[in-house]
């Protein structure tokens, strides 16, 4: 438990920072239109890609806390030994959608935009940097869902 402590501490930060970051960079992008006269050429790109990377790691951050959307219709209207069956059946079930959809396939997506060499128009940044949170939120929620799965 002190793991996940750590590893929920370290992904808050990091989900701060790139929220912090991104508006910073969306208030630079109003000023230098409006104020200076003179858009920016990267903000845009960068606001976009802070987003991204905010959107997926936030999911893993909401997966390790089970504040994910759920229909609990169901489970309310369960016995006790069925709620948790319910319960476990979940979790395998996000634990594989990680492990398969995004994990594998997050792997391959970042390995063929690396060798193809795709980069950004405006940061001129490897696409593959992008994508690299999908497989990394991947980890983290099977990371979450494994250690749910074990202490209950």
Known sequence: MKLRKTIDAALAGTLILIMTVMVVNVLW???SRYVLGSPSSFTDELARYLMIWLGVLGAAYVSGQNGHVAIDVLPARCAPPTRRLLQQTVRWIILAFALFGLVVGGIRLVYITFVLEQY????????????LVIPVSGALIIYYKATDLLSR
Request: charged share 5%; net charge positive.
């Open 29 to 31: 992008q109003v000023c």
């Open 120 to 131: 950004s128009p405006a940061l001129r940044l490897p696409l593959a940097y992008v994508y």
